[in-house]
Each structure stands twice: as structure tokens, then as C-alpha cells.
């Protein structure tokens, strides 16, 4: 486990034990997108990197997907497990405590969904593309260097998207949807499937 790595175990321990970023809402791009490009479809297998207390996994599980969250945290894991045994879907969910700074192997083709959302790792982004299956939908929320002209969220370098950062990085894949705001927060989002 590299320093950086326990580092971020430990903050993310630590804001998960004082009960930060608990909440079970999803994010309304996921919300959006799922709308968009996946209603109609059978339920699939779901990826969800950097989880957390499952508000993602919870809400795909919930509509029949098969979804396995992946964490740094094992306090967030732990949290997301109480919040998934309470649902109907429980059975459909797995739980992997991982360190995604050092294991950048997701499996080959082994999901129809796979969402990142305010985690950035570039190094992991051709993992990404190696974990959907043809026809797969990747999803992708986060914060960029616009941030910094508001409060909270980071600041360092490495957890902010440059401009456009997120096409380039995955224009292998068919780009369905990209935006990029500045308003309340400085965010990118991407919808793109795999060819």
C-alpha cells in the first residue's frame, strides 16, 4: 500500500466515520442518463469505482442491476453494506475494498455499466475501458480545475480535469453525451459507450 494510498484510506475513513458524505441520493446525471441511454434496456452487471456508501449501487440495484462497488474505504464499504441490506435488492450487490491506486485491473468486458463519479484517477481510465463490455456504458462525474473558483471540493492538481480532459482520455469510446460547467461547481460529466 503506497502512502499516497493510505492517505486517502485514512481521509476517507475519517470522513466516513464522522458520517460525511452519507447521503443515498443519487446524482442527477446518473438520474439523466439512465433516462437517456439505458431506459428500455434489461438490467445488466454495474461497476461502481469509488462508491462509497453505495447512493449509486443502491439505486442501480433497486432496478434489477447486478452491481459491484469498489472502495478505498473499509468504513464506506462497511456503511454501504448497512445501506444495501435494507433493500430488496441486497442479494444483487458485492463489495470490494480495493486500492485502485496500485490494482488498475477492473476484469476484461465484464460489465454493461460502469460509473465514476468525483473520483479521478487518470492512470485507471484504460482499466475503465478494459472492464466494459461491447455495447457498454461508461459514466463519469467530476470535478475540474473550475473549481477552484468555489468553496469546498478539491484543489490539488491531481483531482482536477483540465478542460476536456474527459474526451481525450476516453475518445476511443463513442461519446454520447459531454458537459462541462462552471456554475455552483466546476464539473465535467460523460456519457460514452464502447464500440
Known amino acids: 500500500m503506497s502512502p499516497l494510498e493510505r492517505d486517502e ?71 454501504a453494506r448497512k445501506n444495501v441490506a435494507t433493500s430488496r435488492s441486497a442479494a444483487l450487490v458485492q463489495f470490494e475494498v480495493a486500492d485502485l491506486e496500485n490494482s488498475r485491473n477492473l476484469g476484461n468486458e465484464l460489465y454493461d455499466l460502469v460509473l465514476v463519479f468525483f473520483y479521478l484517477q487518470r492512470e485507471l481510465f484504460p482499466a475503465l475501458i478494459s472492464a466494459l463490455k461491447t455495447g457498454g456504458l461508461l459514466l463519469y462525474k467530476t470535478y475540474t480545475v473550475a ?18 480532459e474527459l474526451l481525450r482520455g476516453f475518445g476511443s469510446l463513442q461519446i454520447l453525451h459531454y458537459h462541462e460547467s462552471g456554475q455552483g461547481k466546476g464539473v465535467a460529466e460523460l456519457a460514452a459507450r464502447k464500440s
Request: without cysteine; negative net charge.
Open 147 to 164: 473549481q477552484r473558483q468555489f468553496p469546498g471540493g478539491p484543489s490539488h492538481p491531481m483531482h482536477l480535469l483540465q478542460p476536456d
Open 9 to 79: 484510506k485514512a481521509l476517507w475513513n475519517q470522513k466516513y466515520s464522522a458520517r460525511s458524505h452519507m447521503s443515498l441520493e443519487p446524482d442527477p446525471f446518473l438520474v439523466s442518463a439512465y433516462s437517456e441511454f439505458l431506459a428500455g434496456t434489461s438490467p445488466g452487471t454495474a461497476l461502481d469505482v469509488a462508491g462509497g456508501v453505495g447512493r449509486h449501487t443502491l439505486w442501480l440495484a433497486e432496478r434489477g442491476w447486478r452491481v459491484k462497488l469498489v472502495d478505498v474505504s473499509d468504513v464506506g464499504i462497511e456503511q
